[in-house]
């Protein structure tokens, strides 16, 4: 939770938060603005290069250390991305932490072997109603 809301601070009263919001809204703008655009691709591929790490440490505390151990978690990380909308850093968030309960809560009731049916199944409830994911914006298409 530290890390979540860090990374929510970082990006709402930092410059550089602040840069990396505008260059994901509209790069070319942003450009145009002065903001040192490649400096904060950068920035964002070294934050989510040492998140990774961090997560993989973590991950790796309560599991077996493998080559392939994360495979696992991508089709619920994809989840918990589509979930809280796409283009959301706090939709991607919102969406993991719901993904995650879920699927740990599920094991209260289901063998553990379901534990990722649940939490995707719980995506597609989600979806049927606000396709658009918790946080993301309605865009129409075309």
Known sequence: MLVLLGIAALLQKT???TAVRAVSANRDLAEASG???????????MLAGGLAALGGVF?????IVTWDM???LLLLMFAGII?????????AMAGS????????MSTLWFPVDLQYAWALLVLILVLLVRPQGILGRAERVG
Not at 35 to 45: A, G, H, N, T
Not at 83 to 91: Q, V
Not at 97 to 104: F, K, P, R, S
């Open 59 to 63: 991950f790796g505390l309560v599991e």
């Open 83 to 91: 979930l809280g909308g796409l283009g959301s850093a706090y939709g």
């Open 35 to 45: 903001i040192d655009v490649q400096r904060v691709v950068l920035f964002v591929w």
């Open 70 to 72: 994360g495979f696992k």
């Open 97 to 104: 932490l719901v993904i995650g309960i879920v699927a740990q």
């Open 15 to 17: 410059r550089i938060g």
